[in-house]
């Protein structure tokens, strides 16, 4: 296979084609990425990266992937996407340090600290911002240019608008920074970074590395404390694959810099038959944009002679190949531009390989915008592979199937009679007899139970050993398989020696000599293409003759056994420069004492309690108690407005009860804008901030921006973790207070209130922990008929619903202005027993938080929490007090040790 010959230089300044960034989980995929096309892959070591359960790298490695990657023009990228404790950074320290020295292109960070880290230790080694990061805007992208970042992902749920919209906002503001896109693979429910469930429900961090994928567990809808009859729909939460194949036009022309793949965890085969499909299909939206672009040049000149001529003005009219969207539905049927088609068209090859190498049913994520009806069939929540078709009729080992793809002998079926949470019949077809739109499939006696087949079941192809092979074959090996092109220009004339010059496609030049002079030719000179036919000979090496520039002059010649050898040299001396490690500066001065804060003193201090509420009946009954601080997080930020007031007028009237012999301290309001900012989103944020409060939760980079200057305090989900994030949130955007990690248990808690001023930080001891937080609307999705908030009719005004889930405990659904849901845990989670352990290591503010509890249960639960603070109470007998007084009882939670 060749990679196209690249773009002259004038297409290359209207046309960029992106990176194509391949995953590879360990060296067989590394290897299947490279010879299948990718431009750049990434990997993780076996620590501080987000697929803990892959097979990964080692230090060790490095070198010796680098070399190899280097050699075939390919990049590669480590994933240091996690999370880093505070006792971790010192070692974090060293991985960083031998990433440089290895020659890494570029390291892809989550943890904010450690972008700080490594710019402290190296100025010029890229940093890509992990869509961990949750950026999701223009603010977010500048955010991460702040830290030194040298390229964002930005999270997967960003429409292709919205990325339109986040690179002219860059542009207009005069910032450059590349954008890469996931374009293929799984497709988290919640927002990357953001994902607490796992945390929640096992003490398994996703922003460690350890999601146990809960996203994937079927669910039941309450709605009003009914169950709501969804039919065969219970994966309610997992969305099908993304798979950006239809839209590639539209995303190479938003200017995105780099198409990435899914699949750390997935095998070689995935590997190499994704990367392969994306390659050639990328290829092929890039020359048809170049024969595009030629021919609007030609329309363009001539429609300015026309203009000149006729003193007319109009616009050249440009054609455009429509698009067309084929996809298979979740029930199995294929459909073009939304009509069922019979069979899988012949030119789907692609989007049947697609479903080959892994498919929970595809779809284009949220490229299009939302789709509350499409993103999540909820019909099964693991790997199908490509519908075949429905049983008719059973019998003699044989199953009839009325079929809609070629099947063969050999392909591996399972047969769906839609209860995919239970062990499934399949397995490996032995004979396929053709009766017209029937096929008669036959299975060996023992390798199929028919007693568990039933008519009406639907049948999936979910192994191909042929294309399988086809692939394998694709990476096997050592002669490279996948070539890149060189560019040769020759020189010379009668009596000197001819001069080769090579380049390749990233930049590395070498020249290249003959031994011996050119003579004047009698017979068959040296012509283009003779010089063509022998350094094109590069079979075996890992590249192809581009173009090739004859600068010869007059008729000469040389001997082929010297043109070989010339080219010989060339292939040589070119793969010595590319294995050549990338030289990074590293600054042997800089460590990472030289961040951590200095001052370590803490003004004593009564400790405080810290409420957070969602409702106004709720803040009313909050108000009664002494609370000096409060927290409100609505649904509808206009309500914000009444609850300032609420608040304001207690204190007037206490004020005036207390007379001028004692002021009585009235409350605080400080006020949470959405979790999420999009694009054109900001009339939320002003609208939060229209309510006049006394301060606001800042919970996204455009917060950061958009309460500047008012009092803001770091939300949980801002995700500090270390001494160094701490310190960049207080001390440079000046933020009063931080929300500890919800990732941090109590050790390392306590690491980070010895790495810090402790005054600094607030501790959430109380909550329903916030586990998925996400684009996708259950109450659009499964109780309306709509697609978005347009047309939904609402639900979430309707309606109090719950998912429960396989062990019976009802998780509380809520939505926000930005139509965003979040599940909180079911089951209200308490640190109380380290309260005391916390307060003698400086900590003075503690924060509960309350979901959807009555105002007699608020009073309640703040009044224990009260004594626990003034040391009436111990932590271990208020947990049994509160499990007591609330029936879905209240556990330890994640603070605990792990």
């Not at 207690?650 to 400080?670: C, M, P, V």
Request: aromatic letters at 8%; charged letters at 25%; one cysteine or more.
């Amino acid at each position: 296979m060749k990679a196209d010959i690249q773009l002259t230089e004038t297409s290359q300044s209207t046309l960029q084609r992106p990176e194509l960034l391949a995953p590879a989980g360990n060296w067989e995929c590394a290897k299947a990425a490279v010879e299948n096309g990718a431009d750049a892959i990434y990997f993780g070591l076996d620590r501080f990266n987000a697929r803990m359960r892959a097979e990964n790298f080692t230090e060790a490695d490095l070198p010796e992937l680098m070399e190899y990657l280097h050699c075939r023009g390919v990049k590669g990228y480590v994933t240091l996407n996690t999370l880093v404790f505070p006792q971790e950074l010192r070692e974090a320290e060293q991985y960083i340090r031998s990433i440089i020295a290895a020659g890494v292109d570029a390291v892809i960070v989550q943890d904010i600290g450690i972008c700080r880290l490594i710019r402290h230790l190296s100025p010029d080694f890229p940093i890509h911002a992990s869509t961990q990061m949750t950026i999701t805007s223009a603010a977010g992208v500048e955010f991460a240019e702040s830290l030194g970042c040298n390229l964002v992902v930005l999270a997967r749920e960003c429409s292709l608008n919205e990325i339109n919209k986040i690179q002219s906002q860059l542009a207009y503001r005069g910032a450059s920074l590349p954008l890469e896109v996931f374009v293929h693979g799984a497709l988290c429910v919640a927002y990357s970074g953001q994902c607490l469930t796992s945390e929640a429900l096992g003490g398994r961090s996703a922003n460690r590395g350890e999601c146990a994928q809960a996203c994937r567990m079927p669910y039941e809808l309450i709605a009003d404390g009914e169950v709501v009859n969804l039919g065969d729909k219970k994966y309610l939460l997992s969305p099908q694959d993304l798979a950006g194949l239809d839209v590639l036009p539209n995303l190479v022309k938003s200017g995105v810099s780099c198409l990435k793949i899914e699949g750390r965890l997935k095998s070689p085969e995935y590997v190499a038959n994704v990367t392969r499909v994306y390659r050639q299909a990328l290829d092929r939206v890039m020359e048809e944009r170049q024969t595009a672009d030629g021919s609007r040049r030609g329309r363009r000149e001539a429609a300015s002679v026309q203009r000149s001529c006729s003193r007319r003005v109009g616009t050249a009219s440009v054609g455009r190949q429509k698009e067309e969207d084929i996809r298979q539905t979740a029930d199995g049927r294929w459909q073009k531009e939304g009509k069922e088609i019979s069979l899988m068209p012949a030119f789907s090859q692609e989007h049947y390989n697609l479903e080959m190498a892994f498919s929970r049913g595809l779809y284009t994520g949220w490229f299009r915008g939302i789709n509350n009806q499409e993103l999540v069939h909820a019909r099964f929540g693991k790997k199908r592979g490509v519908y075949i078709g429905e049983v008719i009729r059973i019998g003699n080992d044989q199953v009839i199937v009325r079929t809609q793809v070629p099947v063969k002998p050999g392909d591996g079926v399972v047969f769906d009679c839609g209860h995919p949470e239970a062990k499934e019949e399949g397995g490996r077809i032995y004979a396929v007899q053709m009766k017209g739109k029937e096929v008669v499939l036959t299975f060996g006696r023992r390798d199929l139970n028919l007693r568990r087949v039933h008519v009406g079941d639907k049948v999936w192809k979910t192994s191909d050993p042929e294309l399988d092979k086809q692939l394998r074959q694709s990476f096997a090996g050592d002669t490279p398989q996948f070539q890149r092109p060189i560019h040769i220009e020759v020189h010379g004339e009668s009596g000197e020696n001819l001069i080769a010059i090579a380049r390749d496609e990233i930049g590395h030049i070498v020249q290249v000599e003959s031994s011996m002079p050119l003579v004047e030719a009698h017979t068959k000179p040296l012509t283009l293409e003779r010089l063509q036919e022998q350094f094109s000979r590069l079979g075996n090496t890992p590249f192809y003759l581009g173009n090739l520039s004859n600068h010869l002059n007059g008729n000469v010649m040389l001997p082929v056994s010297e043109l070989n050898r010339m080219r010989r040299e060339i292939v040589t001396r070119l793969e010595e420069l590319r294995s050549q490690p990338q030289r990074w500066q590293i600054n042997p001065y800089a460590s990472l004492k030289d961040l951590l804060p200095s001052s370590l003193t803490n003004s004593p201090s009564t400790p405080s309690l810290i409420v957070l509420v969602r409702n106004l009946q709720q803040l009313q009954a909050v108000l009664q108690t002494g609370i000096e601080t409060i927290y409100c997080e609505f649904e509808d930020p206009l309500k914000y407005r009444e609850a300032v007031q609420m608040v304001r007028q207690q204190g007037e009237q206490g004020s005036r009860e207390a007379g001028e012999q004692g002021r009585k301290n009235s409350s605080t309001i400080w006020v949470a804008p959405p979790r999420i900012t999009k694009p054109g989103e900001n009339w939320i944020l002003q609208q939060v901030r229209s309510c006049e409060a006394d301060g606001y939760l800042v919970r996204n980079y455009d917060h950061l921006q958009f309460f500047a200057e008012a009092r803001c305090i770091g939300d949980f989900s801002l995700n500090v973790a270390n001494p160094l994030t701490a310190d960049l949130f207080k001390n440079h955007f000046g933020l009063e207070r931080l929300t500890a990690s919800y990732d941090l248990n109590i050790s390392q808690l306590e690491d980070l209130l010895k790495s810090s001023p402790p005054d600094c930080f607030e501790v959430t001891i109380h909550q329903h922990m916030p586990m998925f937080h996400m684009e996708h609307c259950v109450f659009c999705a499964f109780l309306s008929s709509g697609t978005d908030f347009r047309n939904c009719g609402r639900p979430c005004e309707k309606y109090e619903v719950k998912l429960r889930d396989r062990v019976g405990t009802e998780h509380i659904l809520h939505a926000d202005a930005g139509c965003r849901n979040t599940v909180y845990n079911g089951t209200a989670q308490t640190g109380a027993e380290y309260v005391q352990h916390l307060i003698k290591l400086g900590l003075r503010h503690f924060r509960i938080e309350f979901l959807n509890e009555p105002p007699e249960q608020v009073n309640q639960t703040i009044h224990h929490y009260q004594q626990l603070l003034r040391g009436e109470l111990t932590g271990s007998q208020l947990w049994r007090d509160l499990k007591l007084q609330n029936q879905l009882g209240v556990t330890r939670g994640s603070v605990t040790h792990r």
